[in-house]
């Protein structure tokens, strides 16, 4: 595989990706995960997809400081998690005519995502601030449940498309 890589890395040119994409393919836009989430992405030819499974799981270190940073303000309790996570997807979204984004859970948990209430998602928040190492699977489902619904109503009025992936099946 290393090679295939070398080969490939060495037949890229400025303008590569346009002749065999666009002009020798006819594709108008190809998907891209944007892996920084941060980044910006050549739009002539590619369409950004924001992976946002960082929002839905409970807050550790590395998602907590990036959100902190990128929203300006400490996050200490579920409404700053949730305001946080609305300013990052009102960015990500402006500009956008169709803004898309992804989540890959699906090796790691089910993807049906049960309504649950706020009461039973704030605890898990919580813990997941004082000792992230202590929830339990269920703990962490139960969480990913409850956002997976506050950001789809959070990208609904933004008309974002949200994008699953449903792994191998």
Known sequence: IEEINRRFRDS??????????HDRCRIEKSLTIAWDRFAETDTTLFKEVQNIEFLMDPPVAESLHVLEAYCGKDIRSLDDW?????????QRTENQRVPVFKIGFAYQRPLLFESVE??????VFDLAM?????LTQTQIKLFQDYMMHALLKLLSPRHAVMQFHTGLQ
């Open 130 to 134: 004082k000792s992230p190492e202590a």
């Open 82 to 90: 949730l305001t946080a996570a609305e300013a990052f997807l009102t």
């Open 12 to 21: 890229i040119y400025p303008g590569r990706f346009r002749e065999v994409l």
């Open 118 to 123: 706020r009461n039973r998602a704030e605890p």
